[in-house]
Structure formats: structure tokens, C-alpha cells
């Protein structure tokens, strides 16, 4: 008896990785480098893929970096890390997939790069983002929209 082969995985290939847009908003400088406190940092992370052309898709990972000491925005910094990827034998089924978790990963030490540098060139040590797997927030994201389905 035959079994069907499983579908094949798409064939990633990286045209181009970019910066598509960076802000850093320093609003309370230079009073906020004497601050005795440090901040509190909060993390923003979000993901959009568009198809460019047949089989050529632009992910975009942006990344925001909010710091605070009480009412007060001490810092923002927003990286929208962007690449050109063609994906060649995607399937429908695992299109999605391929744009919401390996293309991000991808571009994910770019943009943790692009933050640290940013933050250092505002005046404050290096915010170090963790690594992070796209693969368990893609699923948390699936359960979520499945349980908002029910």
C-alpha cells in the first residue's frame, strides 16, 4: 500500500533584511539621566507578511521598547525590521506558518541589534531583548483566536 509523502517544507531563501523604520523619542533628556531609578521597561512586538510579487513576501517585525519612571516616558524606540523572502513549494497549509514564525526568527537578532544600538545612541545602557520563540507565541496565537472562535 502507498502513503502519500507528507507536504514539503518551503524552500526559504533571504533576498534582502532592512531597516524599514526606526524612531527613538528621548523626551525626557537630559533630567532622565540622573534619575537614581531605573526605569521600567515594557516590551511591544507584532508581525504583518505581504506578498510583493508571486512567491516573494515582505515580513515586517516591529518592535517597541517603552521606558517609564512613574507617569514619565523616559525613552521609546521602535524598530520595524523588515526582509524580502522568497518562498519557494509553500503550501497553503504551511504558508502562514513559514511567515508568522521562521520568517521573524530571521530577522529577530537585527532588530534586537538595532534596539540596543539605539538605546545606547539615546544616551542609556543597552536593552538587551531576550530570545524569543516565535514558534510558542504563533501557537498562543492560534489557541487565542481559536478560543475567541468558541
Same mark, same amino acid.
Given at each position: *500500500?502507498? $502513503?502519500?509523502?507528507?507536504? =514539503?517544507?518551503?524552500?526559504?531563501?533571504?533576498?534582502?533584511? $532592512?531597516?524599514? /523604520?526606526?524612531? +527613538?523619542?528621548?523626551?525626557? @533628556?537630559?533630567? =532622565?539621566?540622573? *534619575?537614581?531609578?531605573?526605569? =521600567?521597561?515594557?516590551?511591544?512586538?507584532?508581525?504583518?507578511? /505581504?506578498?510583493?510579487?508571486? /512567491?516573494?513576501?515582505?515580513? +515586517?517585525?516591529?518592535?517597541?521598547?517603552?521606558?517609564? #519612571?512613574? !507617569?514619565?516616558?523616559?525613552?521609546?524606540?521602535?524598530? %520595524?525590521?523588515?526582509?524580502?523572502? @522568497?518562498?519557494?513549494? #509553500?503550501?497553503? !497549509?504551511?504558508?502562514?506558518?513559514?511567515?508568522? *514564525?521562521?520568517?521573524? %526568527?530571521?530577522?529577530?537578532?537585527?532588530?534586537?541589534?538595532?534596539?540596543? =544600538?539605539?538605546?545606547?545612541?539615546?544616551?542609556?545602557?543597552?536593552?538587551?531583548?531576550?530570545?524569543? @520563540?516565535?514558534?510558542?507565541?504563533?501557537?498562543?496565537?492560534?489557541?487565542?483566536?481559536?478560543?475567541?472562535?468558541?
Amino acid at each position: *500500500m502507498a $502513503y502519500p509523502l507528507p507536504p =514539503s517544507p518551503a524552500q526559504v531563501t533571504i533576498e534582502k533584511i $532592512y531597516v524599514k /523604520d526606526l524612531s +527613538v523619542e528621548n523626551p525626557s @533628556s537630559p533630567q =532622565s539621566f540622573r *534619575m537614581a531609578e531605573p526605569p =521600567s521597561i515594557e516590551i511591544g512586538l507584532r508581525t504583518r507578511a /505581504d506578498q510583493v510579487e508571486p /512567491d516573494v513576501y515582505e515580513c +515586517v517585525l516591529t518592535i517597541t521598547v517603552t521606558a517609564t #519612571a512613574g !507617569e514619565r516616558t523616559v525613552f521609546l524606540i521602535e524598530v %520595524a525590521q523588515a526582509g524580502v523572502f @522568497s518562498l519557494q513549494g #509553500a503550501t497553503p !497549509e504551511n504558508l502562514q506558518p513559514v511567515l508568522a *514564525m521562521h520568517c521573524p %526568527a530571521i530577522l529577530f537578532p537585527y532588530a534586537r541589534q538595532a534596539i540596543a =544600538s539605539a538605546t545606547i545612541n539615546a544616551g542609556y545602557p543597552p536593552v538587551h531583548l531576550q530570545p524569543l @520563540s516565535f514558534e510558542a507565541l504563533y501557537q498562543q496565537q492560534l489557541a487565542q483566536k481559536g478560543a475567541a472562535a468558541a
